[in-house]
């Protein structure tokens, strides 16, 4: 047998590659094949040459996808040859910087059981340390401040590694073997505590923290992204004085439980639930409550389910731990306000809210929330995607021939940068209504545009004027501004979220967006692609009476509808004996069209609906009443409301007719809690109807559903069922929320289609 041939390559690898281990994994595993050779990051992922038998170098790169390490999410290897060099041996070598970004970065990662088990061993260095991580957890996007992912290019570049990490840091055996967080006690952030007026508080820090909330207190907690506002989830007088200082006064708080048997004991955990709560994103989970959960009232008035989540830092898994019971974990923020991340900044904001503030001093420099997320069918279905989940992007089927901004809406902020085949949609930035937040949308933009290389040459907004999303992008030189329609975009996201192009039937079910016809629309049927729509059905509008003030106060909506369907012969309603001193006035402001846009939004249809009911004539939160009205709906009810949604308008009348039967039910003495299901039910038949029309006409069979109300998982269960027993092909979301935090991504992909599809530029 002849001397073997020796061959060297080198090889290209793409996609999220750092910061997960990938080039200690390379190491042993050219290493375990004899292979010599290095392997370094860059502006483009993960470079390697690799020299050796041929068989060997084939399994090799076979291998870097078949088993590259659980972070990871390889998307290309691609290889050439080159000359062999004859050198011995393998290194991961310097990182190189350059013009052109390609890179990816991971999502902040939930504490892995390796570091877990060193948390809780007292014979190991890093017992009971805050900031334990490796290469396969702790924190990555909310440090990085640039690319190459480099200990210098990340908010741990103010720790020097001490002798101990650093002898880690360079052993090739060592499962922090170039993890860039990595740290210690002697070498890393330092655990503080404080007291509202920036007093350092003597003692462990820890402990002090945990005394304080078994006594009541409210602790202000620096996480990942932001900071916390904690306090235990099982004392009333806490949890309330919580709400009136960060002035929220309903709306549902966060638990944070110990572990999974924990997190059982508050909520039903199904077992597609289990790798949600347990897996390395943590995202706040809502799940049905049990009745003994020992959870106060005010944790979620009037809900039946939880938002419960499992710790995904080792302080979290500390402070749960030594506390031994729930805790309320919710922003650090006051109501409609971002969530505080720099130190100064939460100090100033939070001093009335909270007691003290459990501190340190490793900086954040991306603001993140907690992404929050429902079940449907086994799947998630995100109500807000941030911590997590972002920055990783959407490998789409289409590319972006050219770099794509696309501004999202008002509420619910995401913006999306988009180049290639890959869209990142931005962390969760909030309501666009205050300076805060539009600081962090446009610092979001410049963060991510320079990380990823995305400088854009098209930027999407959002029809409606005034959205400050919308100046923004007017305001943007030199580049081409795409104007989307609000509810196109959100069927335009359900396609993307699919990786289907259409055209489907797109039911758009909102509170309110831009129409092109000058009204607000919100419950509207769609011929649509990601090019363009033609409006095929939508509910009547009716007014508004009061403008924004219909949105606060439901039964205003409630009057409107009454008024629609009945005239002058409303019967007589509690709703109506309720709000009697100012009923006149609101019918006469919605019939006279002054201040009283008029919406054919599903949204406020809800609100009348639970106005009607009793449930809620004015909110506090963005929602609420359709919420309790979701949350009041008996599970046993098996009837439901038949309408005529058929028309030579599909589903024009449709809103009119279900408020007709909800009076007669609640006239006849129904319980409220049947007529919310029955409701539901009507609304989901009428749109198996209207969209048997559209498709009659049209030829259309597949319909996608967008829209915030579709949240909603009862009436989506009932309208995806109603659907596909009539034959229809559906799309649900999965990847991004169904409401305003995935039109983002729906302006990014029509913007794209439409250069596809006119040749332009």
């Not at 400050?468 to 359900?494: E, M, P, W």
Request: proline share 7%; net charge negative; with cysteine.
């Amino acid at each position: 047998m002849g001397p073997v041939a020796v061959e060297r390559i080198h090889v290209r690898v793409e996609g999220i590659v750092q910061g997960v281990g990938f080039r200690p994994f390379v190491h042993a595993l050219a290493t375990r094949y004899d292979l010599a050779g290095f392997v370094g990051n860059d502006t483009g992922g993960v470079f390697v040459e690799v020299e050796g038998d041929g068989d060997r170098l084939a399994a090799f790169v076979a291998d870097l996808s078949r088993r590259a390490p659980a972070l990871a999410q390889v998307e290309r290897v691609s290889t050439e040859t080159v000359a062999p060099t004859g050198q011995p041996g393998f290194a991961i070598v310097a990182s190189v910087t350059g013009a052109g970004r390609d890179v990816l970065i991971s999502p902040d990662t939930a504490t892995c059981p390796d570091c877990l088990a060193e948390l809780s061993d007292p014979t190991d260095r890093r017992h009971g340390y805050p900031f334990t991580n490796c290469t396969n957890c702790g924190p990555r996007f909310t440090i990085v401040t640039d690319v190459p992912y480099d200990r210098r290019a990340t908010t741990m570049a103010a720790f020097p590694l001490c002798a101990g990490c650093a002898a880690e840091y360079a052993d090739p055996g060592d499962r922090r073997f170039h993890a860039e967080p990595v740290c210690c006690p002697a070498c890393g952030p330092t655990l503080r505590l404080v007291t509202a007026d920036g007093y350092a508080v003597p003692g462990d820090p820890l402990d002090v923290a945990v005394r304080w909330l078994r006594d009541g207190r409210i602790v202000a907690v620096k996480g990942l992204g932001g900071y916390h506002l904690a306090t235990r989830a099982d004392d009333e007088p806490a949890v309330a004085a919580l709400r009136s200082r960060k002035r929220r006064e309903e709306k549902p708080f966060a638990v944070l439980a110990a572990d999974l048997p924990a997190a059982r004991a508050l909520v039903d955990v199904s077992p597609e639930a289990v790798p949600v709560l347990t897996g390395a994103r943590r995202p706040v989970v809502l799940l049905p409550r049990r009745p003994d959960a020992r959870v106060a009232a005010s944790v979620a008035p009037d809900n039946r389910d939880l938002g419960v989540l499992l710790p995904y830092t080792p302080l979290h898994h500390l402070l749960a731990g030594r506390l031994g019971v729930p805790m309320v974990l919710t922003s650090g923020n006051a109501s409609d306000e971002p969530i505080a991340h720099r130190d100064d900044d939460a100090r100033e904001r939070l001093a009335g809210i909270a007691d003290g503030f459990l501190t340190h001093d490793r900086r954040i420099h991306v603001r993140t929330d907690d992404s929050v997320v429902r079940l449907f069918r086994g799947r998630e279905l995100p109500v807000r995607r941030s911590r997590g989940y972002v920055p990783a992007p959407l490998t789409l089927p289409w590319p972006f021939d050219r770099p794509v901004l696309a501004c999202g809406a008002e509420l619910k902020n995401t913006f999306c940068l988009a180049k290639g085949r890959r869209a990142f949609v931005s962390h969760h930035v909030g309501d666009l209504e205050n300076y805060e937040t539009l600081r962090a949308f446009t610092d979001g933009i410049a963060h991510l545009s320079r990380l990823f290389d995305v400088r854009p040459q098209v930027v999407a907004h959002d029809l409606h004027p005034e959205y400050l999303s919308t100046k923004y992008a007017l305001h943007r030189d030199d580049v081409d501004l795409v104007g989307v329609q609000h509810h196109h975009a959100h069927i335009a996201s359900c396609l993307a979220d699919n990786g289907e192009p259409g055209p489907v039937i797109g039911v758009a079910f909102d509170g309110l967006g831009y129409g092109e016809d000058g009204t607000l629309w919100g419950g509207e049927l769609l011929a649509a692609d990601l090019t363009g729509y033609e409006r095929v059905g939508h509910l009547d509008a009716v007014p508004m009476p009061g403008g924004a003030a219909a949105v606060r106060e439901p039964w205003r909506m409630a009057a409107a509808y009454l008024d629609e369907v009945y005239g002058d012969a409303v019967p007589d309603l509690a709703v109506a004996r309720r709000n009697e001193r100012r009923w006149p006035a609101v019918v006469a402001l919605a019939r006279s069209g002054t201040n009283s846009p008029r919406t054919s939004s599903v949204g406020r249809l809800f609100d009348a609906v639970s106005a009607i009911l009793g449930l809620r004539d004015r909110v506090t939160y963005e929602g609420q009443a359709a919420v309790a009205l979701e949350q009041r709906a008996r599970p046993d009810e098996r009837g439901g409301y038949r309408v005529d949604a058929s028309g030579p308008v599909p589903l024009a009348d449709a809103g009119r007719q279900l408020v007709r039967c909800v009076v007669d039910d609640l006239r006849a003495g129904v319980d409220p809690g049947r007529i919310a299901a029955r409701f539901h039910d009507g609304l989901a038949d009428a749109v198996v109807r209207a969209a048997e029309a559209v498709r009659e006409a049209t030829g259309l069979t597949d319909v996608a559903l967008s829209g915030g109300v579709f949240q909603n998982v009862l009436l989506l269960d009932r309208v995806v069922r109603g659907l596909e027993g009539e034959g229809f092909r559906v799309l649900v979301h999965s990847r991004v929320p169904p409401n305003d935090g995935g039109i983002s991504l729906g302006q990014a992909v029509v913007a794209a289609a439409r250069h596809r599809t006119d040749g332009s530029g």
